[in-house]
C-alpha cells in the first residue's frame, strides 16, 4: 500500500457547501456568529469558540441471514467555549439557533467574572486549505435497499466459503458530519465529513472448538469503494481465515522474547506506547512519561514516527481539526529523537507554540483535546521474511483486538487476535489470547529490524480518551523488538 | 425550531411519536424520550480548569411493521423536537422499517408492563438547587486534600465533580407509558506521585444518586494520594503460576464479563463460552452474583427496563450454578424463555440486554486479611487492555498492584499480564471477602482466584 500522501487539491466546494448548509438549516450568518462570540468576550476572557455540527448517522446490520434492523440518527448542536488562561468554560446545547448559541456563551464565560470593554469580533471567510474527501454521493444517502442486498450478498458468500462458518454478522455505518467553527481571532471554517465502515463478524466451529474471526475497513470515503466485490470479499475471507485459524490456536507462552509485529493494524503499538504520551495536554500538564523529553532519544536509530492528518480518505483524515486549524503532517520522532509533540489551541497557546491541527472532539457535547490523526512508523529498508529469520524464539504478531496505556508511568498493554510463533526464524503454529505489555517511553528502543513493507491500517481504529471517541489511522512496516514481555498462560 | 415557551410535555411528545408512526403505518411502535442536565467541573492544582454545562434531549421511535413472516423494525433518533420534526422522523423510522427484513421473534412484549412505579429513591429534588459553585469547591477540596497529603505528590490530572439530571419517559403502542426521573453525582480524584524517576499516576472516586452518598471530599483526595503514593518503585515480577487477588476495584470487571457472557445475545448467537451451561456448575460454590435492577438509591436502579417491563431481581449464579440468562424480550424469544427485566436502551437504539445493579454476595473477611491469608502471590489493583474474549473465556490482561510475601504486601508491581479462561477462573474462586462498596453499577467483594499465570520478567 502506498501511504505517501499526493499533494491534496485546493477545493472551495466542501466547505462553501458545509456554511451554506448551516446558514440555509439553521438561518445563522457571520453576524450571528460574532454576536455570540461577543457575548462570550464581554468577560475578561482570552478566546472563545463556536462548534456547530449537524450529523446524521445510519446502520444497517445482519445476522442470522436477515437484516433485522436499520437505524438512524440525527445529532445536532452547538458548543460554545470561553478560554482563559488553563480555564475553560464550555457549554453545549442540542438546539442550534441565536437564542441558544447565546445562552450558551453566556454560561460559558462564567469562568471570568470581571466584564471589560473588547473589539467585535470581525469573522472572516476562509475554506479549508485541502480537500481530503471530495465525494459525489454522501453515504447516507444510498438507498437503504442497496445496503440490504449487499449485507444479503455477503452472507450468502460468507456461508459458501466454508461449512464450519455458523454465524455472519455484517453491518454497514455510514456517517454524514457537517461543522462549522468559528473562533474569536476571526477564524471560521465548514467542512463535511463522510465516513463509512463495514463490518464482517463469522463464528466458525469445529464441533468442539467455537472461534470468532472479524475484519473491517472504512475511510472518508463514499461507499461505492467498499461496494467493490474484491474489496468486500477480501475482508470476509479474512474474517473466515482469522476463525479458522483460531480453531487451530495453541496457548499462547507467557514470558520475555523476541516480538515481530507485522504490517498496518500493529501500528496500534505506536498509538499506544507513544502517540497518547506525546500529545499536548499531558505534556503541558508534565503529567507524561515523555514530558520534557523532546529533543532526546527515545527510539532506535531509523525509527521515524508521523501524525498525518492529511491523507486522502483516511479514517483519521481532517481538512481541518476540530478548532479550525488546517490538519498536517507531524513529524514526531525522527531517526530515534523526540521532535514533536500533537496539540490543539488551548494547549499549544499554554505551551508557547504552533497548534498542528490534532485538536479534536467526538461532538459538540465535548471539549476539543490533542488526539491523533493517523499516526505511523515510516519504512526502513530490511525484508520482512529476512525480518522473521532474524529471531531464534519469539512471537509474530500480526493483529490485535486493542490496546491501553496507563500515559503517567508510561506502561501499555494490547492484545493479539493473530499470533504466532516463531521457531528457528520460521512461523510456527499460530497462538491464541496473546497480550503485549511493555514500557512507553522504552519500547522503540527495543526497534532492531524495520521492514521495507509499510502499510496502513484497513480503517476501523476508534480512540478513547477523557470519555470522547474519534476516528483515528495506524500503521506499521514488519519491525523487530527484542525482549518484550507476552502475557499468556504457558509458562 | 422550537422555543422554550409553550414546548410539550415530554409525555406529550411520547404521545405525538407514537401516533405519528401509527398513522404511518407501524403495526407496533415504542418511544423513548430523554432530556438531561449534566455539569461537570474539573479543578487541577489551584486553577478551575473546566465549568461545563449542558441541557441534552434525544427521542428515538422503534417502528415494527408487518412483513410477510414477522415484524419489520428500525430506529430513528433525534434531538429536535419540534412537533413538525417528531412527525417526519415518525414517518423515517417506518420507512426504514420497510426495508428491513422480517424477523419472526421481532416485536413487542405481549404484556407484563409494569403496573407501579416504585419509589427507587433515585435523586434528591435539593440536589438540583446546589450551586454550581458548591461542587468547584468539592472538587477543590478533593484536590488539595490530594496534592496536600504527601510532599510526593508533585503533580495531578485535577479532580472533578460531576453532577447529572435526567427524566426518561417511555410508551409504547400496547398502552403503556411510564416516566422516572433520576440523578447521578460523582467526585473523581486523580494525583500524580513522583519519586527519582519513578512517576506514578492512580485515582479514587465515589458516585451515588444523592449528593449526600458521596464520600467526603478530603477523604477522596487522600485515598487517590494514598494509592499513587504505594505505586512509587513497581517493578515486574518472573514470570510463575500464584493465587491472585482481585481488589474490590478490579474484581467488578470479572462480573460485567461473566454478565457479557450470559446475555441471552451472546447465548442464542453462540458467541459465548457459557452458551450450554444453563443449570451447570460454572463457579465455586462461594460464587452467588445478583442482578438487582430495584435497590433503592443504587446507580442501576431503575423502576422499569427499556421495554417497559418491571425490573426485578434475578439470581445469576447461586452456589457456582448458573440460575438463569439476562434476557429481553427478544432474545428471550429466541431462547423461548422470558424476560428478565434487562432490556437497556438508549433513545438511539433497539434495546439490548444489559445489567443493573450486579454484584458478588460478600462472604468475610477484610482486603487485608485476605492478603494475610496469602503466603505468595499477587494483589492486583488496576487492569489494563481489552485481552478477553467471550467465546472462549481467554484471559489475558495487563496488570498492575502488590507482589504478596509470607502474607504481607512486599512491592508494588506494574508491567505484568495476567491470563488464565474465566471458566477456570470462576471455578477457581478460592476466597470471598466480606466487604461491598458500591462506586458504580457493578461491585464486588475482594476476590481470590486460586492460580493464574503472571507473565514479568
Redesign the interface.
Known sequence: MSFRSEEPSVSEGTGGRALSFFQER?DLDDSSLATTLDTALERSVDAADLYLEYTTTDS?SL?EG????????????IGVRALR?????????????L??ARLAAG??R??ADESRPHTPVAIGARGPDHDLYPIDEAPTEVP??TK?DWLGEIDAYARSRDARV??V?ASIVCQQKHVLIAASDGTRVADIRPLVRLNVQV?A?DGT????GYQGAGGRYGLDQLRDPSRWKGLVDEAIRTALLNLEAEP?P???MDVVLGPGWPGILLHEAIGHGLEGDFNR???S?FSDRLGQRVAAEGVTVVDDGTIPGRRGSLNVDDEGTPTRRNVLIENGVLVSYMQDRLNARLMGVEPTGNGRRESY?H?PLPRMTNTFMLAGEDDPEEILRSVDRGLYAVSF?????????G?????ASEAYRIENGRIGPPV????L???GPDVLTRVSRIGHDLALDEGVGTCGKDGQGVPVGVGLPTIRLDGL??????? | ???AAGRETMEETVQRALEGAHRAGATQVDVLLVEGDDREVRV?GD???????????GLGIRALVQGSDGLQ????????LAPDAVDR?AE??VA??R?????PA?GLPESGFAETIPELDLFDPADRDVP?EARIEDARRAESAARGADPRIT???GSSASSGFARVVYGNSLGFLGGYESASHGLFSEP?AREGNS???DYWMTAGRHLRDLEEPGAVGRQAADRALR?LG?R?VP???VPVLFDDRTAPSLLGQLAACVSGYAVY???S?LADRLGDTIASERVHVIDDGRLPGGLGSKPFDGEGQPTRRNVLVSKGRLETWLLDHYSARKLGLESTGNASRGA???PRVGTTNLWLEPDTGSLDELVAEIDRGLLVT?L????F?P??G?????A?GFWIEGGEIAHPV????????LGDMLMDIDRVGGELVWRGRTASPPLRIARM?????
Open positions: 439553521f444497517v445476522e436477515l437484516v433485522k434492523g436499520g437505524d438512524r440518527h440525527v445529532e445536532q448542536g488562561g488553563e480555564r475553560q468554560g464550555y457549554a453545549h446545547s442540542d438546539e442550534i439557533s437564542e441558544s454560561t460559558a462564567a469562568i437503504v435497499a440490504v455458523k454465524q454478522m463464528m466451529s472448538r467455537r472461534e470468532v499462547c507467557a514470558g520475555t500538564k508534565k503529567t512519561a457535547a471539549t483486538g486493542g490496546g491501553q496505556v496507563d500515559i503517567t508511568s506502561k501499555f498493554v494490547f492484545s491464541k489470547g496473546a497480550t505489555i511493555g514500557n514481555t507476552v502475557g499468556g498462560t504457558q509458562g | 425550531m422550537s422555543a487541577r486553577e478551575i480548569e473546566l465549568v461545563k454545562q449542558a441541557q441534552e434531549r423494525a428500525a430506529v430513528v433518533s433525534t434531538s429536535d422522523i423515517e423510522a426504514l422499517a426495508a428491513t427484513a422480517a424477523d421481532a454550581l503533580n495531578s490530572e500524580i512517576m506514578q499516576r505505586r513497581a515486574r514470570t510463575c503460576e448467537r453462540e458467541s463460552f438511539g437504539s433497539a488496576e489494563i487492555g481489552m485481552g474474549n467465546t472462549t481467554d484471559y489475558s490482561r495487563g498492575a506494574e508491567e505484568i499480564t495476567i491470563a488464565g479462561n499465570t503472571v507473565a514479568g520478567e
